[in-house]
């Protein structure tokens, strides 16, 4: 979608209560139609798609946010409007604009991830499931991380790869051996409010240099998985880490279990984008 459709238009100036005077495509990922809109002084963001491709998406994006900005911990893009209009579903954000870092941006991405990392639950998962990318992401409720983190996590994206015939049978069977020794991997900790998809791309620069996190995929989960996201596609800043260990430590051996909470991300990425993820998913069961 190139433009916006006048049934969209009149919908959100009907929210804004003012007529928009520029609507401009921008880059926003590969699921959505994004866009930057502008009514007199202020810019807005917009996500627009189907409302029967993704159901439900951009209502579950907004109470992920939501849930982010309670932490109070970082700067998390303010909701202004979830809804649909002629078959169209749509999520109306503010509109961060880009600035340089502050000198203490990764300092203080570090101490925020932290503080939303002490938001905590009595069970691993979330009361609803969600998205990750455009792929359902299910949160069905556990005690044991390591259960959710195998039947929630892992289960259905390896069904999913060989049902579309992206995982053969050598390696399923490498998966199967992997799930059964992993149950005492991971330290016991209580489950931790997750940003869910917090790799570079997810964090921006403010207008006042601040850190920004966008585009979650919540839930309670074991906080290493979001440090080891930030590790998988370029790592952010040695202050960050530093930063973080300063605020919550991490217990002992976790730069081992890295690679372990990465075979779902790359999971995704073999599900959405195809097999050239395999050699990466292989060296870690390897």
Known sequence: MKALNQTLI????????????????VPGGDTNHTFKLTAGHE????????????????????????????????????VIAEDEAEGWSFLLLEFVHP?????????????????????????????????????????RQHKLWADFFVQERLDPLIERA?????IGKKLEERFNIFVRGITDCFPSEPAALLHGDLWTGNQIPDASGNPCLIDPAVYFGH????????????????????AYQDAYPLQQGWEDRMDFYNLYPLLVHLNLFGTSYLPLIEDILE
């Not at 009149?10 to 495509?25: F, M």
């Not at 906080?223 to 530093?242: C, N, T």
């Open 43 to 78: 810019s807005y963001f917009l996500k627009a798609n189907s409302a029967t491709l993704y159901p439900g998406m951009f209502g579950k994006e907004a109470r992920g946010l939501a849930l982010l900005r309670d932490a109070n911990g970082l700067h998390i893009p303010q």
């Open 99 to 139: 600035g340089p870092r502050s000198p203490r941006y990764w300092r203080d991405l570090g101490e925020g991830v932290a503080a939303i990392h002490r938001i905590s639950a009595v069970a691993f998962g979330l009361d609803e499931d969600n998205y990750i990318g455009s792929l359902p992401q299910s949160n």
């Open 162 to 166: 060989i049902d579309h015939h992206l």
């Open 223 to 242: 906080r290493e998985v979001d440090i080891a996201m930030s590790r998988l596609f370029g790592h952010f800043s040695p202050e960050f880490y530093k």
């Open 10 to 25: 009149d919908r959100i100036e009907h929210i804004l209560g003012a007529r928009l005077t520029a609507v401009v495509p």
